[in-house]
């Protein structure tokens, strides 16, 4: 019998491995195994305050502590290698992340290459010249407002030690830079209801120019780049970006790309495109 990987899944900034739910039911009928890791801080270690829920408190929520304060980059990556050796022992491992996920793998993959067979980036950050943070500075994302998303935002993030974002809210405006920004191809139910499984606050931690990809380990490991066409929160010119430093990191060993139609988070709203898409990989 074919000795099949395990797809072990990261997910991005807010989110958690409920995210992958879809895809993974998707890769089961396909006949793969896979597992979602919730990062630290992530899941059921999210912190949910009482004046997170109705009729919220914003006042009281700008200063509840976080669990997911003092959270790093390394924490992240630790976790995930925690669950590739555990996976190794079943055969090869196809590690794939998602947005922010991609810098925690990429710190995974200088660390630890040898456990990863396959690292797959699905419209996430690859940092390869620069931080992640600053590749916001640059032209390819001038599109990209941060400031839309500022009138959600909670707290002070030195004083708390985390973000903290209201995705409960019921402001029109607000809803609309999300959807905007994360989902303009799904419905209002399908946009509200990934909405409702994000959790408020994030870690700070998106790590330094030490975790960027480095040649001699992460640029060993054969990858995939699947671009979202029509995401806009990191929009395509960032994603080919980010494939083009990788190359010329290593150009012996380019990635692999493929391309999904959609936003941000569709592929996972309507995950059987990119079930196919990573079963297609399992071979390689």
């Not at 985390?162 to 019921?170: E, S, V």
């Not at 120019?209 to 001699?216: L, N, V």
Request: charged share 20%; net charge negative; hydrophobic share 45%.
């Amino acid at each position: 019998m074919q000795n099949l990987p395990t797809f072990v899944l990261v997910h991005g900034a807010f989110a958690n491995s409920f995210s992958f739910a879809p895809l993974q039911a998707e890769l089961a009928l396909l006949g793969h195994r896979s597992v979602a890791v919730d990062l630290p801080g992530h899941g059921f270690e999210a912190t949910f305050p009482a004046a997170y829920q109705a009729p919220q408190d914003l006042a009281a929520l700008a200063a509840e502590p976080g669990s997911i304060k003092g959270v790093t980059l390394a924490d992240n990556a630790a976790r995930v290698i925690e669950v590739l050796e555990r996976a190794k022992r079943n055969g090869p491992t196809v590690l794939v992340a998602h947005s922010r996920g991609g810098a925690t793998a990429t710190a995974v993959a200088n660390a630890r290459p040898e456990l990863i067979d396959r690292i797959v980036y699905v419209s996430a950050w690859c940092p390869v010249g620069l931080n992640v943070g600053d590749y916001y500075a640059e032209p390819e994302m001038a599109d990209v407002d941060p400031a839309a998303f500022v009138a959600t935002l909670v707290g002070n993030p030195a004083e708390l030690g985390l973000l903290r974002t209201n995705f409960r809210t019921a402001d029109p405006t607000a809803l609309a830079a999300f959807k905007q920004a994360f989902a303009a191809d799904l419905t209002d139910d399908e946009f509200r209801t990934f909405l409702n499984t994000f959790q408020p606050d994030e870690n700070l931690d998106a790590g330094t120019s030490a975790d960027r990809a480095q040649a001699t380990t992460w640029g060993r490991i054969p990858r995939t780049y699947v671009r979202l066409a029509a995401d806009a929160s990191l929009p395509l010119a960032v994603q080919d970006r980010m494939i083009r430093e990788g190359d010329a990191l290593t150009p012996d060993n380019p990635f692999d790309i493929r391309t999904l139609e959609g936003s941000h988070l569709r592929w996972l709203v309507h995950p059987k495109p990119a079930a196919e898409v990573l079963a297609s990989l399992a071979g390689s």
